[in-house]
């Protein structure tokens, strides 16, 4: 989804001089294009995210709309007390982007894993979050944020050939986007491990199941009517999320679930320990935690078989 970013970001900052991109030291062999083109709206602030986050608000008070970009765990959680003072706050547009959500940087250890940040940005009742689930839905996502007032922020996956079949690289505002309709299991994800839960929804049906299958983009504000409605038609749903198992989409469920005395059944996919001992590529991390495609399925048939 990185280099979808940057080349949507190119298209909004030829057409709009306020547009402009800061990292912390890193997005090499992504950014380039970017920092060629548009040298003077370009800021590399070094590995000093809060003091970035600061010159971000300083430049949106100025009228720019400042895209801060950086790993996850760097994004949203070491300059948090910024992002909370400054933009949130005050009310202004900036962007804080978040690369590598989950277990996409799981090689670097625990200090890269990016498990809490949903749940961590989404207390904040004005700052929007979104969560695209592959690089089509991003670019369609860049056009509809572009020039928001509120502060944002966006959660990206690394993969940029991941693809969530049926979504078509689709946004629809303020509602989750039912791909696969049901009548009795539903399976709800958010972010980049859509395109895992939407191979194991491929291939349910071509073997003769009929799971439901919706993707959450836009977290917060949540669409709770829209929400309502979609849990309303289900006795069970599943959510599915690269993400600690408390504070993201579960949490999100649970209490629209509670607040408006529906009668689904909820269970949480997620990560329910901290991976402390624990370095290795995406796919490795997702197995052991039973976030892979093998264990997804083996969940989702026990469940669709009952």
């Keep these: 989804m990185r280099k979808t970013f940057i080349a949507e970001l190119i298209k909004l900052a030829k057409a709009d001089e306020r547009h402009v991109l800061l990292t912390g030291d890193l997005g090499f062999m992504v950014l380039e294009p970017f920092m060629e083109r548009f040298p003077d709206r370009f800021i590399n602030a070094g590995v000093a995210e809060q003091n970035m986050v600061g010159v971000a608000t300083g430049l949106a008070e100025s009228g720019f709309i400042p895209w801060v970009y950086s790993i996850v765990s760097f994004a949203a959680l070491r300059p948090y007390e910024f992002i909370r003072n400054g933009p949130v706050v005050h009310q202004l547009p900036v962007r804080i982007v978040g690369v590598g959500g989950g277990f996409e940087y799981g090689h670097a250890g625990v200090t890269h894993h990016g498990l809490e940040d949903v749940g961590v940005m989404r207390t904040n009742p004005n700052l929007n979050v979104y969560a695209p689930a592959d690089a089509a839905q991003t670019a369609s996502l860049m056009g ?21 079949s049926g979504l078509n690289g689709t946004y629809v505002p303020n509602a989750p986007q039912h791909i696969h309709q049901s009548d009795n299991v539903l399976f709800l994800s958010m972010g980049s491990i859509s395109a895992e839960v939407s191979q194991v929804m491929d291939a349910l049906r071509a073997a003769g199941e009929t799971p439901g299958f919706a993707v959450l983009t836009n977290i917060t504000p949540a669409p709770i009517a829209a929400l309502k409605d979609l849990l309303s038609q289900y006795n069970t749903v599943v959510t599915i999320e690269e993400h600690y198992i408390d504070g993201g989409l579960g949490s999100l469920i649970a209490e629209i679930i509670a607040e408006q005395g529906l009668s689904t059944r909820l269970i949480r996919n997620g990560v329910r320990k901290t991976a402390n001992d624990l370095g290795g590529g995406r796919n490795y991390l997702l197995s052991k935690f039973g976030l892979d495609m093998e264990s997804l399925n083996a969940q989702a048939l026990e469940l669709l078989q009952a």
């Design 144 to 164: 509809h944020i572009a020039t928001m007032p509120a502060p944002i922020y966006l959660r990206l996956g690394k993969n940029e050939n991941a693809v969530v």
